[in-house]
C-alpha cells in the first residue's frame, strides 16, 4: 500500500506539469493570434489619429529645443505617410462608397492645406522665430480634422459594404512601405523620392484637386508652398496672423 502512494505522489506533480505547459502553449496561441490579426481600416486609420495626437501632446510638454525638433518631426513624418495612404487608399474607396462626396474633398483639401505647414516646419528649426507657433497651429488643425473624419466620414463608411478588413491591409502595406522610405531617406520626405508621383496620381486621379501632388511631393512645396496652385486655407491664415514670416 506504501509502495503504491509514493508511486501515485510521483506521477501527480507530472500531469500537474502537463496541464501547465498546454495552459501556457494555449495561452501563448491566443496572444500570437491578437497581435496578428489584422485590424480593419477605420481601426488602423484612428490608431495613427491617436499616435499623432499623443506626439503633440508630447510637444507641448517638452522645453528642450533638441527634442522639440525631433518630435516635430516625427509628428510631419507621421502625419505625410498617413495622408498619403487615405489619399491612395482610403479616399478613393469612400468616395465610391458614400453618398456624400464632399466630406472626401473637404478633408483632402485640408490635407492640402498640412503639408502647407509641414513644408513651412521642415524647412524651419526650432530656434526660428514662430516655428513653435507653426507646430502648435498645425496640431490645432489636425484636431479639428480628425474630428471631422471620425464623427462625420468614418461612420458614413462603417454603413456600406466596403470590405474594411481587406482595405486595412492594403493600407497596412503600404503604411509600412513608405515608413521605410522614411526611415531610408532619413529627412522625413516619404512621399518625395520615387514614391511622388504615384501618391500624387492615385488621389488625383479620383477628381480631388487638392490631392493632385500627393502626401510627400516636398519638391514642389520646397519653398513653403508659396507657390503652388490652390493654396491651402491654413497657410494663407498663417500669412495673414504672420505666421509664415520665418521661412
Known amino acids: 500500500m506504501a509502495a503504491r502512494k509514493k508511486s501515485a505522489a510521483r506521477k501527480q506533480p507530472s500531469t500537474s506539469k502537463k496541464s501547465a505547459t498546454r495552459k501556457s502553449a494555449s495561452s501563448k496561441k491566443k496572444s ?92 524651419g528649426s526650432a530656434s526660428d522665430e514662430l516655428w513653435e507657433a507653426k507646430v502648435k497651429v498645425l496640431g490645432e488643425y489636425i484636431d479639428h480634422h480628425v474630428k471631422e473624419e471620425q464623427n462625420e466620414m468614418f461612420p458614413q463608411v462603417k454603413k456600406t459594404k466596403l470590405d474594411l478588413k481587406a482595405l486595412g491591409e492594403q493600407l497596412m502595406a503600404r503604411k509600412t512601405e513608405l515608413m521605410g522610405e522614411v526611415g531610408g531617406n532619413g529627412n522625413g520626405n516619404g512621399g518625395k523620392r520615387g514614391r511622388s508621383g504615384k501618391g500624387g496620381g492615385s488621389a488625383g486621379g479620383k477628381g480631388s484637386g487638392g490631392g493632385s501632388k500627393g502626401a510627400g511631393s516636398g519638391e514642389e512645396e520646397g519653398g513653403g508652398g508659396e507657390g503652388a496652385e490652390g493654396e491651402g486655407i491654413v497657410a494663407r491664415m498663417a500669412r495673414g496672423m504672420g505666421l509664415a514670416g520665418g521661412t
Open 32 to 123: 500570437t493570434g491578437r497581435r496578428s490579426a489584422p485590424q480593419d481600416a477605420i481601426a488602423l486609420l484612428r490608431a495613427d489619429h491617436k499616435t499623432v495626437k499623443d506626439l503633440f501632446e508630447q510637444f507641448e510638454k517638452t522645453r528642450k529645443d533638441e527634442r522639440k525638433q525631433a518630435l516635430a518631426e516625427q509628428i510631419c513624418n507621421e502625419l505625410t505617410v498617413h495622408a498619403q495612404i487615405e489619399e491612395e487608399i482610403f479616399y478613393p474607396a469612400a468616395r465610391e462608397a458614400i453618398r456624400e462626396e464632399d466630406l472626401v474633398d473637404e478633408a483632402t483639401v485640408e490635407h492640402q492645406s498640412a503639408k502647407d505647414l509641414i513644408a513651412q516646419i521642415r524647412g
